[in-house]
């Protein structure tokens, strides 16, 4: 308990400074990039690659807000460790249900 | 272990703040409602009824602005949270406001198009793809709505606190809440927008 | 709380809501005046203390149980003979549709959250939970959704599809009267409840430890209950969208599980099962931690293999979320699927076997002190193994098929729910009633409560195996004699049997109750340490102070309590007692913390949790009615987030001599 707590703190003070404004405008840029490219999908024709770009890009949005706007990269893991399991809990059971469906099949 | 921690204001087991434990826990929790709800859609969007499929009234290029809209409110949100950590009250107030204006377009831009798409024929009970997606988004819609009324609050309870930074935990609070109203639209977009039937 | 800042309790409080409320403007926008009172009903109205709520809980859930109970002795009476006239089918279908909703949502589950209130503060050597006015809101969540839920039966009849709704049957054709509608947005408002307990409980027990107490040195019960809020957690937003989905397409016209419009009404029995059986674990792990609290006491042993039990707590709480199918074999899932949930299934009675070998080996040479509460959980393994074994039966698929929607169902579950949960809940009640009153019920009666109950649930519930082989379909309100059957096996003599037994279940209740109130008129207190107990809770008077702890003790073993009482002898090897109880408190009260801060009560989580019965009637009725309500949330919400955890001094009414942060040797 005392490492967890040494390391605890040790983090909090870290997040006090987070990331400077700079980073926080690169990784906006980087997003809006990608939803461009995203939304470019519309557009253009991306043949197979079209869905696995797709989920792949909306993956990368979600782990660059949730790490750097979040800041779960820089906070007690603790955090990852509540929010991921929710949230993979939730694609795991809910996949799973789609499937009985044959949803994956159409 | 309380000796390491008593400098500070909240001792706890973990050298963690509650509300913030809280917070994420809440926001574990939401990742189930939205996945059902998504689900909902997934599994309902392609049954259409007598009313307009998903291809016929989704507007990419409008929905794509209102996305960007929201994205861009993540910026200014985490602003905020950065000026609140440097006790910057002027700074956090004119963030909070723009994300709050950011995010009142994006839930305009949304009232728009549900008004559109009624008018092309979609109403919540047209079929299961209007139910589903209705209650998707509007769930969403609402998430948003409560953020902006959070964000506006924030702003009236911080210009009249006397010390300056006295809420950058509530700031902190609230951006955690933003972002994730945030990364579901991210994921409404691709799966709900830009994946066809 | 204020208390203990103001040893001598402000008298003149002006009365809310008679009296129109003082309001001090300049600190609140406009807000009421902050309740201060420690004593009388506004106390508990208002109250953020975290013992006061558990046995608000706790009450209220036992009214519910009396209720729920009720329900199942008519059900009973109606099938006790071959055309039963107690009830008429529509009535029927309320009654065992509400019996199960009430037992499950509005007992099972808050008489546990109850005890979770009330202990895990306690057990990990806190003062309160971490959000104690999230806690106050919760309570009053559940009774507000209680409230809603059993309002339809004045107001055209209860909900009437099963306790598990499903579609057709949850639909406006087959159910129009309004019971449903209640039946979703109550069970809404207390998932409330249970949401903002699970987050709080958990915060609590990652934050708010006592010195020295890792995770591996709490008490059992904190873990499994732990392991509960996880699971209330991630369930709860599963069956809010289930719930939300319902009302929707019964209030706004939308079809979500109307085949007619071409949906899938299997997509509701996903919903609702991958909430619901992780709501199995939510009622019963509370219950294997209350045994393993009690089995270690009365054994006058510790728990054998404590990290065992607490990781197949865990394991259960896992693979809970893996196996919800099971209850959707005979829906045409298809073979993959069912074969997977089947398998998965199977799987999970290890960590429960588990569990049951540890209880055993607990017992085994210890010296074995069979007072009430030890009964009760001894019970509990017996009557446990007995439903979880035929519940291994239902893990086969086949042979599942045979018993869908049979009484050998409604046989297991009872046995696993009532032989389980519930006797678990009893065995806590007699030891923690101690603790929280300062009394010790009544063994004898306690003897005959105990021995009522088990040879009454034996009688009522053990029928239900033969009736369900031989076919017995449940949830069917009358049987014909010209089917009952011959010889050993024939329904008319074994329903017979059950109902008989109902009433003797009844009989054993009643003794209960008849406990709690020769208990309440007894003059003798109990003493200090009267089981001899093991974990932290004990290390308080009884009931606890306010403040729970004098000084917050700096804990050092699993089971601290024991071991500040006694100590291994070098050369024996044996345990010799060093200090008893009293010296043990009185060490305590010595170092007594100089400041203590306690939260103060507050009006807004009674008047949030009050806006939101109104805008569920709204829903159902009115859509003004469910903006007055909107309105009362706003405005609660609105004094909440101005209002600070603890009053400050402007609030008393007798101004404070020596401003707010009062410190104070009283305690």
Known sequence: MTTETIEGTHLETEQEHGMSTRGYIVVALILAAITALEVSTYYVDFGPLFLPSLIVMMVVKFVMVVSFFMHLRFDNKIFSWLFYSGLLLAVGVYVAALSTFHFFLR | MAETTTHDAHVSSTGLSNVKLGMWLFLGSECLLFGGLISTYMLYRGRVSDGPTPEQIYDIPFTSVSSFVLLMSSLTMVLAVSAAQKKDDRGVNLWLTTTALLGATFVGGQVYEFTAFYNEGLGFSTSLFGSSFYTLTGFHGVHVTVGIIMLLALVAINKRSSVPGSKSETVEMIGLYWHFVDIVWIIIFTLVYLIPV | ?667
């Open chain 3, 1 to 667: 709380m204020a208390i203990i800042e103001r040893p001598t309790p402000v008298l003149d409080i002006p009365a809310l809501p008679a009296a129109p409320p003082a309001i001090t403007p300049s600190r609140t926008f406009g807000a009421l005046k902050r309740p201060v009172a420690s004593t009388g009903w506004k106390s508990w109205l208002f109250t953020v203390d975290h013992k006061k709520i558990g046995l608000m809980y706790g009450a209220t859930a036992l009214f519910f149980f009396i209720v729920g109970g009720l329900e199942a002795v008519l059900i009973r009476l109606q099938l006790a003979a071959p055309e039963g006239k107690v009830l008429n089918a529509d009535l029927y279908n309320q009654m065992f549709t509400m019996h199960a909703t009430t037992m499950v949502f509005l007992f099972v589950m808050p008489m546990a959250a109850g005890f979770a209130n009330y202990f895990i503060p306690l057990q990990i050597g806190a003062r309160d939970v971490a959000f104690p006015r999230i806690n106050a809101f919760g309570f009053w969540c559940f009774l507000g959704g209680g409230i809603v839920i059993n309002l339809a039966w004045f107001l055209g009849g209860a909900a009437d599809g099963g306790w598990f709704m499903y579609a057709p049957n949850s639909g406006p054709v087959f159910s129009p009267s309004n019971g449903i509608d209640f039946w979703a947005l109550g069970l809404q408002i207390a998932g409330i409840a249970s949401l903002t307990g699970a987050i709080n409980l958990i915060v609590t027990v990652l934050n708010m430890r006592a010195p020295g107490m890792s995770l591996m040195k709490m008490p059992v019960f904190t873990w499994l209950v732990t392991v509960v809020q996880f699971l209330l957690l991630f369930a709860i937003p599963v069956i809010t969208v289930a719930l939300f989905l319902l009302t929707f397409q019964r209030s706004f016209g939308a079809q979500f599980f109307d085949v007619a419009a071409g949906a899938d009404p299997l997509l509701w029995q996903h919903l609702f099962w991958i909430f619901g059986h992780p709501e199995v674990y939510v009622l019963i792990l509370p219950s294997f931690g209350i045994v393993s609290e009690v089995l270690p006491v009365f054994s006058r042993k510790p728990l054998f293999g404590y990290p065992f039990v607490v990781f197949s707590g865990a394991a259960i709480g896992f693979v809970g979320w893996g196996v919800w199918a099971h209850h959707m074999f005979a829906s045409g899932l298809g073979p993959v699927s069912v074969a997977v949930f089947s398998v998965a299934t199977m799987a999970i009675a290890v960590p429960t076997g588990v569990k049951i070998i540890n209880w055993t080996l607990t017992m085994w040479g210890g010296k074995l002190v069979f007072s009430t509460a030890m009964k009760f959980a001894v019970g509990l393994i017996l009557l446990f193994t007995i439903g979880g074994l035929s519940g291994v039966t239902h893990s086969v698929a086949p042979s599942d098929t045979q018993q869908t929607d049979t009484y050998y169902i409604v046989a297991h579950f009872h046995y696993v729910l009532f032989g389980g949960s519930v006797f678990g809940l009893f065995a806590g009640f007699y030891y923690w009633w101690p603790k929280m009153f300062g009394k010790l019920l009544n063994e004898r009666l306690g003897s005959l409560n105990f021995w009522f109950m088990v040879i009454g649930m034996n009688l009522t519930f053990g029928p239900m195996h033969i009736l369900g082989l031989q076919g017995q379909p449940r949830r069917m309100y009358q049987w014909t004699e010209a089917r009952a059957g011959e010889g050993f096996f024939n329904i008319a003599f074994w329903n017979l049997v059950a109902s008989i037994g109902s009433l003797v279940l009844t009989l054993g209740i009643l003794f209960f109750l008849i406990n709690i109130v020769v208990t309440a008129r007894s003059k003798v207190r109990a003493p200090l340490d009267p089981w001899n107990a093991r974990s932290l809770e004990w290390m308080t008077s009884n009931p606890p102070k306010e403040h729970n702890f004098d000084s917050i003790p700096k804990v050092e073993h699993l089971d601290e309590f024991f071991h500040r009482k006694y100590e291994e002898d070098p050369v024996t090897h044996t345990m010799r007692g060093v200090a008893t109880a009293e010296q043990v408190l009185a060490e305590l009260e010595r170092n007594a913390d100089p400041h203590i801060h306690m939260p103060s009560p507050s009006y807004w989580p009674l008047v949030l949790a009050v806006g939101l019965p109104v805008i569920a009637l709204g829903v159902i009725y009115s859509t003004m009615v469910a903006i007055v309500g909107g309105f009362i949330v706003l405005y609660a919400i609105y004094g909440w987030a101005l209002e600070p955890a603890t009053a400050v001094a402007s609030d008393f009414d007798t101004p404070s001599t020596n401003g707010h942060a009062v410190s104070t040797t009283h305690g």
